[in-house]
């Protein structure tokens, strides 16, 4: 993994020249970095999916001061889960997701925070964030280009009471506890993190988030709970990570059209804590997008090459 004590200088230099001269040809399933330190790793990609795992990193390097302020407990196995998704994917698909992935460990950087609290003022960190962030953009524009779309999933774990997946628009608790009809009238759904497919389709925001062909829905009839969804539409008293900085502005900005998403938050046990728990929840995913790309953005996942 270090690419500092491993790669021969040639190598490096190579590697920094290719840099240099975009753009470059990436392959689809392959790892690529960015820098001489290997905190971000990029794995290119040919389908539309963007996967970014920003809390699942185990580095601690001593040249980055620890943070001190805010969550620097890390998702444990997220990396891992990710990793099981593209692998499910490419089943699937015969192709490849984008993967976004932070080595460091989060009490030296939260990409999912903005600058001042993910780096804290540590030079190196506050790089490895602009690199994370430019690297996620890179695959959106790249899938973008290729597919006119992109569906942008940032996995994390949680460890609330209820084990459940919270699927996160950038939509608040107070949003989504609300009946359809007034959701519906709220318009919120045009600042969340399915907006360009809302504008785009139409029709009920509710039903798009937590009706019988949601993505919630398509999860629980796989056997895996999820909020929002038909049988649990609303948070209610509950704790619910609704969607961090990732998703909000790589997915929900208004400057990012054709870009939709949501962030995965995954409880641990039976979905993160073993290889067949991480297994089953990728290739549930895998089905899951397979049938909301399909008929939400016409695309066919399950059509290999
Ligand atoms: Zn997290």
């Given amino acids: 993994m270090n690419v500092r004590r491993t790669m021969p200088l040639c190598l490096l230099l190579a590697f920094a020249i290719a840099h240099a001269s975009e753009p470059l040809e990436r392959k689809p399933g392959q790892s690529y970095y960015f820098s001489f330190d290997p905190y971000v790793e990029y794995v290119a990609g040919d389908l539309p999916i963007v996967l970014t795992s920003p809390h699942g990193g185990r580095l601690k390097p001593d040249t980055i001061r620890n943070r001190t302020k805010g969550v620097t407990d890390m998702d444990v196995n997220t990396q891992e889960l990710a990793r099981a998704v593209l692998d499910a994917l490419h089943a699937l698909s015969g ?3 984008h993967l976004v992935a932070s080595h460091l460990h989060r009490s030296k950087l939260d990409p999912n925070r903005e600058i001042v609290e993910a780096a804290q003022g540590d030079p190196m960190a506050e790089r490895a964030w602009r690199e994370f962030h430019d690297t996620v953009r890179l695959a959106i524009d790249s899938a973008v280009a290729r597919h006119g779309f992109a569906f942008l999933i940032d996995l994390h774990g ?4 209820i084990p459940r997946l919270e699927l996160g628009y950038a939509l608040s608790t107070r949003q989504l506890n609300v009946p359809d009809a007034e959701f519906d009238r709220s318009g919120v759904i045009a600042v969340s993190t399915l907006r360009d497919l ?7 925001a509710a039903a798009l988030l937590r009706g019988p062909r949601s993505l919630g829905a398509l999860f629980a009839a796989r056997g895996l709970r999820a909020i929002p969804s038909p049988a649990e539409p609303q948070p209610e008293g509950h704790p619910y990570f609704n969607g961090g900085y990732i998703v909000r502005r790589h997915a929900a900005a ?13 409880p641990r046990a039976g979905v993160r804590d073993t290889a067949e728990a991480r297994a089953r929840f990728a290739n549930i995913t895998a089905e899951v997008l397979a049938v909301f790309l399909q008929e939400n953005h016409d695309f066919r996942l399950d059509a290999k090459k």
């Fill in 158 to 161: 949680h460890a609330h009471p």
């Fill in 198 to 204: 809302h504008a785009r389709r139409g029709g009920s």
């Fill in 95 to 97: 192709r490849h997701a």
């Fill in 254 to 266: 208004p400057d990012t059209p054709k870009v939709d998403g949501l962030q995965i938050e995954c």
